[in-house]
């Protein structure tokens, strides 16, 4: 196992460095808990943190503190993690692989529970969550910008854990890169097109209702977009419970108890916008179990992509501009 440090290359990266000189920042205080590299979704196993990442590897990292340990390596980008039942589930471009997890987050008994996942063109980092269910949910992107997906694309799909039993249980997403549930209903971000201009169309939080269909490529939030303006979609729009502002980008979303079941969502940030906005992770505000409002939570963490709470309550965040986890105790 290789192990990167979690110091290496931290003065070269100035966007963050208030963030790892453990500075106030809003609510929390901000401290870097580990370096890993292009550092994506993460899933908390017990004490160990387990980092998906664009590259080719997945690392664990002690939540207690300590430098994060490549574990696994060999896949096209291994984006997405999830653990259950003493195992972890990798969620790569073509395929869902699992793990036995052994002491120290060591990784055995390697196995694809699914290969051949469609092709999602740039849209082919897979989420991947464990539901109340115990099932397996992954999101399959849209291949494009604005086009008419295929088959199983733009598409979020459930299967058991050993893989059997696909099923589809949403269409027409564009691109969504965080889910997580409350309540029992699952809520996911959608990132909205581009090259739209810079006010449309929003970014999505969508509530999840199995079977039903969100609208890509006809509608972005509730405005047609360009190029299907006059057709027919194939069924009716569930539209968003939620809009973000355009173009921020949102990822991860993860509900915290210890925000009295309020919501963050990791805003990646934009790149389509005469002005930029995103690069920050926002509070979402649930009355009677719906969200109501969004608002700025915590600011340079460089771009986030996901966010988690460890057992003890603090909020970890993951950025992979910077290859950090920041981690923001009370």
């Known amino acids: 196992m290789d192990v990167f440090s979690p110091k290496a290359g931290f003065l070269a990266l100035a966007s963050v460095a208030a963030v790892a000189s453990s500075v106030a920042l809003g609510p929390a205080h901000a401290e870097l808990l580990a370096r890993v590299p292009a550092a994506r979704e993460m899933a908390v196993c017990g004490g160990i943190l387990f980092v998906g990442t664009k590259g080719s590897s997945v690392y664990a990292v002690p939540l207690a503190g300590g430098r994060a340990r490549r574990v696994a390596s060999g896949f096209s980008a291994p984006n997405g993690v999830a653990c259950s039942r003493g195992r972890l589930f990798v969620a790569s471009r073509d395929r869902i692989t699992a793990f036995d997890i052994g002491p120290q987050g060591a990784l055995s008994g390697r196995r694809d529970i699914r290969r051949d996942l469609p092709s999602s063109g ?102 047609r977009l360009k190029g299907f303006e006059d057709a027919t979609p194939p069924a009716r ?73 460890a057992p003890d309550g603090s909020i970890l965040v993951s950025d992979d501009a910077a290859g950090a986890i920041h981690v923001f105790r009370r």
């Open 122 to 223: 740039a849209h082919s980092l897979r989420y991947i969550a464990v539901g109340p269910d115990s099932r397996l949910y992954v999101s399959l992107g849209s291949p494009c910008n604005i086009c008419q997906p295929r088959g199983l694309q733009g598409t979020i799909v459930r299967m058991n854990q050993d893989g059997s039993d696909l099923r589809r249980v949403a269409s027409g997403v564009r691109n969504s890169v965080g889910f997580a549930w409350r309540g029992g209903t699952m809520f996911f971000t959608d990132n909205g097109a581009d090259r739209m201009g810079d006010d449309i169309p929003p970014d999505e939080l969508n509530a999840l209702r199995p079977g039903g269909f969100y609208g890509f490529p006809y509608f972005g939030g509730q405005i």
């Open 237 to 309: 729009q569930i539209p968003p419970v939620f809009n973000f502002q355009a173009h921020v980008a949102a990822l991860g979303i993860h509900f915290f108890r210890s925000l009295g079941g309020d919501a963050l969502v990791a805003e990646h940030g934009s790149w389509d916008r005469s002005v930029p906005v995103g690069y920050q992770v926002v509070r979402v505000r649930f009355q009677g179990g719906r969200p109501v409002s969004a608002t700025t939570f915590l600011r340079n963490v460089g771009r986030p992509v996901d966010v988690k709470e």
